[in-house]
Structures are given as C-alpha cells and as structure tokens.
C-alpha cells in the first residue's frame, strides 16, 4: 500500500474550497496534461455522496479509465472517493478541509495499492508515485488559485 499526503493552504472559506473540489469541469480542467474526461455518471458540475463518476486519461502513453463512487461526505468538512473499477488493486482518496481565520487548509491522504505484484510495486517506486503526487499538486494548484480569485472578488 502506498500513501500519498499533501497539504494545501487556501486564502478562502472552506464551503468554497470544498465545492471547487468536487467540481467536475474543474478536476477536466487541472487534469488537461492527460486530456482527463469524465465520460460517464455526472459528467458535469458537482459530484455528490453516492454518486460514479467514470474519468479516461493519457497516462504513460496509454489511454485508461478510472470508476469512482463517492463514498463518503460530510458538508463541508470531508469527502472520500474510491475506484470501482479501473487498473489499480485498490484506490481510495480522503479530502478534508480545516478553515480557520477565513483561510482553508485542504489535506488530501491517498491510498493505493498496484496490481503486479513486484513489478507493480517497482513501477510504482520508480515513476507511479511520483506521477500521481505532481497531478494532486498540479490539480489543487489550479483550485488554490481559483478560491483565491473567488474570494478575492466575492469577499
């Protein structure tokens, strides 16, 4: 099992930055590196506890798909999506956001587990990981600046 924590600081409310987070077109947005899509479930606007959403992707040269149920979510706190189906053994992402003086920090924890055994395991501590870090950091860059411009013209 390989974990993934990152920590996000945001010049916004949390009601803001939790929305932005849930937000479909947004995550299409961040993720144009790998042409990300939601290509099925909701498609479009805020994803919902309970609700699928099915992505495809450009990722090491291949195109792959990625089913996730939200399967937890507590307004505006905490949310948890995890695959249903798609090339990993197991994937679960947990959100949380802790405001605090007006101002967000967004903790996402990843867990993950690859197929393969060994060479899995290897691809992983050799390109994987590193991969999955840098596209969480690229995605909560554009939704830091996107709260911060919201904020900033919605005070």
């Keep these: 099992m390989t974990t993934i924590n990152l920590i996000t600081k945001i010049n916004a409310p949390k009601k803001i930055v939790f929305n932005l987070s849930r937000n479909i077109d947004i ?3 961040s993720a144009s590196q790998t042409n990300e899509k939601a290509i ?3 498609t479009s606007g805020l994803i ?6 099915t992505w495809r992707g450009k990722h090491f040269g291949f195109y792959l798909t990625h089913k996730s149920r939200m ?3 507590d307004f505006y706190d905490y949310f948890v999506d995890e695959m249903e189906e798609g090339k990993f053994k197991s ?8 405001e605090k003086d007006g101002k967000t920090v967004m903790i996402d924890n990843l867990n993950y587990e690859t ?4 060479f899995g395991q290897l691809f992983d501590k050799m390109i994987l990981k590193k991969h999955l870090t840098n596209f969480i950091i690229q995605r909560n ?6 709260a911060e411009k919201h904020n900033q013209t919605h005070p």
Excluded: R
């Design 40 to 42: 099925d479930g909701v």
């Design 115 to 118: 197929p393969f055994g060994i």
């Design 141 to 146: 860059k554009v939704l830091k600046e996107l």
């Design 71 to 73: 399967t937890a979510m």
């Design 27 to 29: 995550h299409q947005n």
């Design 91 to 98: 994937f679960k992402h947990e959100h949380s956001f802790v």
């Design 48 to 53: 919902n506890y309970n609700e699928t959403v």
